[in-house]
């Protein structure tokens, strides 16, 4: 007894003496690229204190409809976005997720270190999910700011608050990288 407590023990000193290899980090460098714009920045929208008018509401949702278009006749459908979403609960580690016609295929961290236990969470941050966020919110009186990619026209930043107590919400996404050709 004595003898496999001693051997219990000079294996957990070992382990603990021998590093175990670092995490092995995704290849964010070369393969994949940002792509180059000169536009100017993207307009922003602001909400005033009392939340959307009608009239407010129907230029959002115009406006969404018109920047989806833009977004899909680019024709990107292989990509890798950087999300991070701040709210009243709990704050989530930002993440990046890569997207393959239309589904969220892998989830890494901001490192690029591989995380699957990232991808569920993440999973609905797609560009598409992105206009679809900012729908839904503007339908629902409470979006408060948007903001879009100057070059690719994504949202990039969508701020809310469904008007009850600590309901506060704040997504944003970028920047949007491409695999090199």
């Known amino acids: 007894m004595r003898l496999t407590l001693l051997l219990g023990l000079a294996g957990i000193v070992a382990a603990?003496?021998?590093?175990?290899?670092?995490?092995?980090?995704?290849?964010?460098?070369?393969?994949?690229?940002?792509?180059?714009?000169?536009?100017?920045?993207?307009?922003v929208f602001h909400a005033t204190g009392g939340g959307l008018s009608p009239a407010a509401r129907d230029s959002i949702l115009r406006d969404v409809e018109t920047r989806r278009a833009a977004w899909?006749?680019?024709?990107?459908?292989?990509?890798?976005?950087?999300?991070s979403e701040t709210c009243f609960c709990p704050r989530s580690p930002p993440a990046v997720v890569e997207v393959r016609e239309g589904m969220v295929v892998a989830a890494f961290d901001t490192a690029g270190r591989p995380a699957p236990s990232l991808r569920a969470h993440w999973s609905s941050y797609t560009v598409e999910d992105l206009f679809n966020v900012i729908e839904r919110t503007a339908r629902d009186g409470a979006v408060q700011e948007v903001g879009y990619d100057a070059c690719l026209g994504y949202p990039s930043v969508i701020k809310g608050n469904m008007r009850h107590v600590d309901t506060w919400f704040q997504i944003g996404a970028g920047p949007l990288t491409r695999p090199r050709s």
């Open 72 to 83: 899909r006749a680019r024709h990107i459908t292989h990509y890798r976005l950087r999300v």
């Open 16 to 43: 603990a003496c021998h590093r175990t290899p670092a995490p092995r980090a995704v290849d964010v460098g070369p393969a994949w690229a940002t792509t180059a714009c000169d536009t100017p920045a993207a307009p």
